[in-house]
């Protein structure tokens, strides 16, 4: 402990909290990404031959699209918050249990919120191709799309995607 500057060394593991949920925070934030959109593609999937088919929507149908599993930022980061604030009520005993009652209070937070932006809106889409065929894809809302509209189905070294003619 520093005698001379005893403030900093009061200081010093909330900010050293402090910069470990920054970290976790734009780590999670790195994170998120719209893979199931039609109008994105990887590095991997640009400059690739695409195989293209053409079809008139059925029906379009809004679902939910939703990343497997979690990584487990969201809940690290919320518990690093929780119990970086918990920390500051309370003397003691009460210290203790503030801090560990705010650091499971913020990994669910957290846990919950890395849940909610790994969800997407989307549209369930059936298409009558004009070969006679009929398929549906699931793609993210983000590309207006609606019965009786004439589309491309695009499709080779990745997701099928749905846009308009």
Known sequence: MNLQYPSLAIRAPRLL?????????????GC??????????TYDQAQREQVVRTGTVQSVRPVLIEQRGTSGVGAL???V???A?????G???????????????????????????????GLEITIR??????RVIAQAADVPISPGQRVRLISGGGPTRVVPM
């Open 91 to 121: 003397r003691g005993g009460g210290n203790v249990l503030a801090t560990v009652g705010g650091a499971i209070a913020g990994g669910l937070l957290g846990n919950a919120v890395e849940n909610q932006a790994g969800r997407t809106q």
């Open 85 to 89: 604030v918990g920390s500051t009520i």
């Open 77 to 79: 980061a919320g518990g």
């Open 81 to 83: 918050l929780g119990g």
């Open 32 to 41: 998120v990404n719209d893979t199931a959109s039609g109008s994105v593609y």
């Open 129 to 134: 191709l004009d070969n006679g065929e009929t």
């Open 17 to 29: 909290a402090l910069a470990a949920t920054l970290a976790a925070a734009s780590m999670l934030a």
